[in-house]
C-alpha cells in the first residue's frame, strides 16, 4: 500500500500549508489552526533539540487530553524521537516501570499528575519535566508549555523521519504481568488512517470529539491523528465526566464522528437524552472499539440513533490498533467485520494451520498495521509474530462473506471500560502481601465497566491475611481499575495435575453464587 506522507509531520505541514487558517483542533474555550498548530509543533521540537533530545530517544507523555498532548506527538516526532505515550491513571511505581523500560529521558506531564511524577526523579532517568497546566517551578529541571512558547520563536530543519522508523511506544501488559511496548512505526499508523477512510466517507468537513483518553491506542489513532491525515478537525475534552459537557460539546461544535467504547454505548443507549439534542445533533458515524458489544445494546442503540450509523471494529495494540471494522454499506449484526485494507485475517488451530470458513480458532493477523514487535523482547516477538503473521490470541471464526466474529478473548484477559487487565500483574502484587499463599485473578461481568477483577486467596500455611491492611497496599500500588472489586479467603484454589490453577471454576463459582 502506498502512503502520501512519511510522518506525522510531513502530514501536518502538507495540511498547514494549504489551509493555514483552517480550524485543526478546539479545546475548551480556544481554536487552534492548522498553521497555528505548526507553529507551536516547530517551537516545541527546537526546545527538544535545545534540550539534547536527538533520533530514536523515547520521550514519555503522561497527560490528561489537551492540545498540549496533541503538540508533543507531534514535535517529539518531527526530530526523529520516539512518543511513549502512559496510562495516567497508573501509579508511581507502575510509571517509572515504562520509563525505565523504554529509557525515556524527558516527561511530558500534566500538573493534575505532580504527586504521580514527583517520586519519579529517584526511580528512573529522567532529566527533565515540561509541564501542561499550572505547575510550581522546582528548579530548570521543571518548565512549562506557555513558558517555552513565550521565549522561543525560531526553528530549525531537521531531517525528518522516514516511513519505517518507530514512531510511537504503546504499552500493553504482557502474560508475564510486566507491560510491554508495542513498537509502532509511521507505517503502522498511515496504514490505519488510510484503510479506514477507504471504508468510510470522512471528509475534511467533518469533525471528531475526543474525550476517551488519548493515551489509549485506539484513540491515538483514529480520534488523534486520522482526522489531522484528511485535514478534518476534532473537539477535545479533558475528562469523560460530566458527561453533559460532551453532549453540550457536540451540539455547539457540530460533531460529526463520535468514537467510544461499549459501556459508553450502553449508557446513551439507556439515557434519557433531551429531545433537543436528538433533533438538533449531527453525528453520522458512531464508530465502537477497544471491547465487544452486546447484542443487547446494539439493539437499544440502533433503535435510539436512526439516522448514524453505529460501526464495530476489532483490534489491538499490536495492530496500530485497527483490524477489522464493518463497512458503513454493509454491516452483520455481532460481527466485527472483514479485515480493513491491506490486512489479511486467517482462522488457525493450534499448529498453525488455516480452518474452514466457519470453524473456530485463533485469529491472526498480517499487513502493514502490524508492530515491528516488543521493545526489549526478542523472544515474545517471535512467540508472536511469526512468519509475518500476528498470533491475536484471540478466538473466532469467519463467514462465506469474511466477516469476522469474535466467540471470545485472550484467555484471562480481563476489560473494563475498553481498557485491558491483565490479572498476572495483579496476582504478583498481591502474592508479595504478607500471608498471601497463593492467588488468582479472574473477570466477571458488570453492567457499568463490562468486566470487572475479582481476587481468591490462598492463606499461606499457619498465616493470616489482613484484609484492610491489603486494600490499602493494593491502591497504592495498582491503578484503580486494577483494584480488585471483591476478594475473597478460600481453603484451596482450585488446581490441575499439573498444579496450574483452574480460572474456569473459579469464574462458575462466582456467577453461580
Known amino acids: 500500500m502506498e502512503y502520501p506522507y512519511e510522518n506525522f509531520y510531513e502530514m501536518l505541514s502538507f495540511h498547514a500549508k494549504r489551509a493555514p487558517k483552517r480550524v485543526a483542533i478546539f479545546a475548551e474555550e480556544t481554536k487552534l489552526t492548522y498553521g497555528r498548530l505548526l507553529k507551536k509543533v516547530d517551537t516545541l521540537a527546537r526546545f527538544l533539540e535545545l534540550s539534547d533530545i536527538k533520533r530514536g530517544d523515547r520521550v514519555a507523555i503522561f497527560m490528561q487530553n489537551s492540545k498540549e498532548f496533541v503538540v508533543s506527538l507531534f514535535a517529539i516526532t518531527k526530530i526523529g524521537a520516539v512518543a511513549v505515550p502512559v496510562n495516567t491513571f497508573l501509579k508511581s511505581e507502575e510509571v517509572a516501570y515504562i520509563l525505565n523500560d523504554c529509557g525515556a529521558k524527558m516527561l511530558m506531564a500534566?500538573?493534575?499528575?505532580?504527586?504521580?511524577?514527583?517520586?519519579?526523579?529517584?526511580?528512573?532517568?529522567?532529566?527533565?519535566?515540561?509541564?501542561?497546566?499550572?505547575?510550581?517551578?522546582?528548579?530548570?529541571?521543571?518548565?512549562?508549555?506557555?513558558?517555552?512558547?513565550?521565549?522561543?520563536?525560531?526553528?530549525?530543519?531537521?531531517?525528518?523521519?522516514?516511513?519505517?522508523?518507530?514512531?510511537?511506544?504503546?504499552?500493553?501488559?504482557?502474560?508475564?504481568?510486566?507491560?510491554?511496548g508495542a513498537m509502532l512505526s509511521y507505517r503502522n499508523i498511515m496504514h490505519n488512517c488510510k484503510a479506514i477512510g477507504e471504508l468510510t466517507s470522512f471528509t475534511r468537513k467533518d469533525r471528531f470529539i475526543v474525550y476517551l483518553p488519548m493515551f489509549h491506542a485506539f484513540t491515538l489513532t483514529v480520534t488523534v491523528i486520522m482526522p489531522l491525515y484528511y485535514c478534518a478537525s476534532y473537539v477535545i475534552v479533558r475528562k469523560i465526566m460530566p458527561f453533559s459537557n460532551i453532549i453540550k460539546q457536540i451540539l455547539f461544535k457540530r460533531v460529526t464522528m463520535f468514537v467510544g467504547v461499549p459501556d459508553v454505548y450502553n449508557a446513551l443507549s439507556r439515557a434519557k437524552l433531551p429531545w433537543y439534542f436528538m433533533w438538533f445533533q449531527k453525528i453520522r458515524y458512531f464508530v465502537s472499539g477497544a471491547a465487544p458489544l452486546s447484542e443487547a445494546t446494539i439493539e437499544r442503540f440502533t433503535s435510539k440513533f436512526k439516522r448514524a450509523k453505529l460501526l464495530e471494529g476489532y483490534g489491538l495494540s499490536e495492530c496500530s490498533p485497527v483490524v477489522s471494522v464493518n463497512p458503513a454499506w454493509r454491516q452483520k449484526a455481532l460481527s466485527v467485520g472483514p479485515a480493513i485494507p491491506g490486512v489479511e485475517i486467517k482462522i488457525v488451530d493450534d499448529n498453525m494451520i488455516e480452518l474452514p470458513k466457519g470453524e473456530i480458532g485463533e485469529i491472526i493477523v498480517r499487513g502493514d498495521n502490524v508492530m515491528q514487535g516488543y521493545l526489549n523482547r526478542p523472544t515474545a516477538t517471535d512467540e508472536t509474530i511469526v512468519n509475518g503473521w500476528l498470533l491475536t490470541g484471540d478466538m473466532g471464526y469467519l463467514d462465506e462473506d469474511n466477516f469476522l466474529f469474535i466467540v471470545d478473548r485472550k484467555k484471562d484477559l480481563i476489560i473494563s471500560k475498553g481498557i485491558n487487565i491483565y490479572p498476572r500483574e495483579i496476582e504478583e502484587v498481591i502474592n508479595a502481601f504478607d500471608g498471601v499463599g497463593a492467588c488468582a485473578v479472574v473477570g466477571i461481568p458488570d453492567e457499568k465497566s463490562g468486566e470487572v477483577p475479582v481476587a481468591f486467596i490462598e492463606k499461606a500455611e499457619d498465616e493470616e491475611v489482613d484484609m484492610k491492611k491489603l486494600r490499602v497496599y493494593l491502591k497504592e500500588r495498582l491503578a484503580n481499575f486494577k483494584v480488585p472489586r471483591d476478594i475473597r479467603i478460600i481453603d484451596e484454589l482450585p488446581k490441575n495435575a499439573t498444579g496450574k490453577v483452574l480460572k474456569r471454576i473459579l469464574k462458575e463459582s462466582l456467577l453461580n453464587s
Open 110 to 180: 500534566s500538573a493534575e499528575q505532580k504527586s504521580v511524577v514527583e517520586p519519579l526523579w529517584e526511580s528512573t532517568s529522567i532529566e527533565r519535566v515540561v509541564w501542561e497546566g499550572d505547575y510550581e517551578a522546582l528548579d530548570n529541571k521543571n518548565i512549562g508549555f506557555d513558558e517555552i512558547f513565550e521565549i522561543l520563536k525560531s526553528h530549525e530543519h531537521v531531517k525528518l523521519p522516514k516511513i519505517d522508523d518507530l514512531a510511537v511506544i504503546i504499552y500493553t501488559s504482557g502474560t508475564t504481568g510486566n507491560p510491554k
